[in-house]
């Protein structure tokens, strides 16, 4: 109806958007609106247009998200849940419990600082960060890493600086040009 609306942080609100740093926006496969900010996930009913938060320190949230900073949101459409690209690791968040799980350096993730999150043809998630790209394989819980020995255009990526093509060519995009690949 060409109107505009504008969500905003409200301090004395917490119905309102975690913060005003936006990083990412995901339209889920039930059309439901997710925010990405520098304060936490933000989940807006489009019906209602209440905001829910999400954060660290949410006694609600099984297993806490390992940041606030949540820099990228990738939907896994077959098991119900969001994949979260943090400052701090790999989250896994499900929908329906709200449970997460933590993924960082520890358990072979290239860097904590993820940038993008993709899934492959195969179900693989891969993502961008700040020292090459990691390569999740959900089905068998192990991570690959690639880095500019690998043809990585430089260890360092940038946020939101990827795409998938309908062929299921990969791309992201770093400080130094970009990469793509199947």
């Known amino acids: 109806d060409d109107t505009i609306n504008s969500y905003l ?14 990083y990412d926006i995901l339209f889920d496969r039930n059309d439901n ?3 990405a900010t520098e304060k936490g996930l933000n989940f807006l009913d489009i019906e209602s ?3 829910d938060r999400f954060e660290r320190d949410n006694q609600e949230i099984s297993n806490r998200f390992s ?10 459409t077959t098991n119900n849940a969001l ?29 904590n600082l993820i940038y993008s999150i993709l ?3 195969k179900g693989n998630l891969w993502m961008s960060t700040n020292k090459g790209l990691s390569k999740y394989d959900i089905k068998g819980d192990e ?4 880095g500019v020995s690998d043809g990585l255009q430089d260890f360092e990526f ?18 130094a040009g970009y990469n793509s690949f199947y």
């Open 143 to 146: 991570f690959n890493n690639f």
């Open 119 to 121: 899934s492959d043809d």
């Open 67 to 76: 940041s606030n900073e949540i820099f990228c949101i990738h939907e896994d």
């Open 158 to 175: 940038n946020h939101g600086s990827s795409y998938k093509s309908e062929d299921g060519e990969l791309f992201f995009g770093g400080i």
């Open 49 to 51: 247009l209440k905001m």
């Open 33 to 35: 609106l997710w925010i």
């Open 9 to 22: 942080h409200n301090p004395e609100d917490s119905t309102s958007l975690g913060s005003n740093l936006v």
């Open 83 to 111: 994949w979260l690209g943090t400052n701090a690791g790999l989250n896994r968040f499900d929908v329906k419990t709200n449970n997460v799980k933590v993924y960082t350096e520890k358990d072979g993730l290239s860097n």
